[in-house]
């Protein structure tokens, strides 16, 4: 059972304009959400991170919201750049005694073009 | 440079064989883990360390060992190999708490024929 889903396997987008990444997760324990970007032939990068008691956090053309109620957060890259075409992976943090290890949705494949 | 070493970087195995992946960080995170990333599938933890001297299983741990001996190094070792573990296998290090202190290696493919 997926506790956290990235239903969009794929998404397409061109430069410039803007590229949403959307995560669904069924965990209210959750506390702590990322996203991590990963380059073929390369391990994954973290990206962006949101506490559970904010609803947005933004860091350059990056900006992740956090809407609770709806159990949803999505990434937003504006303006996309070709080099933003990777895969994208939302992870969660597990609750307490979890070892507060991520749980990962299977990532969403960005590809930006020119 | 600070970070996760991973080797080797591919390997062409025979089934039946045994394999050891290395890992090594340099960081001095409590945790560590080993991922698996299959097409669809996303990232699978096969196995864990929280600190050095424990181990613990993660979603699809069959078939796979481990051993944290020290707080650098945590080998995955694949006692038989079999073709179902062809698949791109990360390790990821952390300070333990999840706070996007996850650094990855830059992971070792490895195909069973």
Known sequence: DQQVKQNSPSLSVQEGRISI?????????????????????????????ISSIKDKNEDGRFTVFLNKSAKHLSLHIVPSQPGDSAVYFCAARGPAGNNRKLIWGLGTSLAVNP | IAGITQAPTSQILAAGRRMTLR???????????????????????????????????????????????????????????????TSVYFCASSHGQGTGGYTFGSGTRLTVV
Not at chain 2, 35 to 60: F, P
Not at chain 2, 66 to 76: G, I, K, Q, W
Request: a negative charge; charged letters at 15%; one cysteine or more.
């Open chain 2, 23 to 85: 890992c090594t960080q340099d960081m001095r995170h409590n945790a560590m883990y080993w991922y698996r990333q299959d097409l669809g599938l996303g990232l699978r933890l096969i196995h864990y360390s929280n600190t050095a001297g424990t181990t613990g299983k993660g979603e699809v741990p069959d078939g796979y060992s481990v051993s944290r001996a020290n707080t650098d190094d945590f080998p995955l070792t694949l006692a038989s190999a079999v073709p179902s573990q």
């Open chain 1, 21 to 49: 990444l959307n995560c669904d997760y069924t965990n209210s324990m959750f506390d702590y959400f990322l996203w991590y970007k990963k380059y073929p032939a390369e391990g994954p990068t973290f990206l962006i991170s």
